[in-house]
């Protein structure tokens, strides 16, 4: 996955990337600190504006990132019985 960038207005109005996403777009989103940790995606604790435009932007990472994931079955171990030992 390439590296994402949220899309914020600045002060003369013209549109730029930021250093990263709010805490409110992440709730939003429905992704927390750890989620966003592990997708590698940055967070700007300073901002607290939300824009739709980047709420959008994190749900479609995170779904494409869910469906690139591989998807690993646990492998069955077999238990084997404790065998009784005889008393003299």
Do not use: C, W
Request: glycine share 6%; no cysteine.
């Amino acid at each position: 996955m390439h590296p994402i960038k949220p899309a914020i207005t600045a002060q003369s109005g013209k549109k730029r990337l930021g250093k990263g996403f709010s805490p409110d777009e992440l709730k939003e989103a429905g992704l927390n600190a750890g989620d966003a940790r592990n997708l590698k995606i940055p967070v700007d604790r300073k901002r607290k504006s939300s824009h739709e435009e980047n709420i959008e932007t994190l749900k479609s990472h995170y779904e494409k990132a869910q469906a690139a994931k591989p998807k690993t079955a646990k492998p069955k171990v077999a238990v084997k019985p404790k065998e009784k030992k005889a008393k003299n």
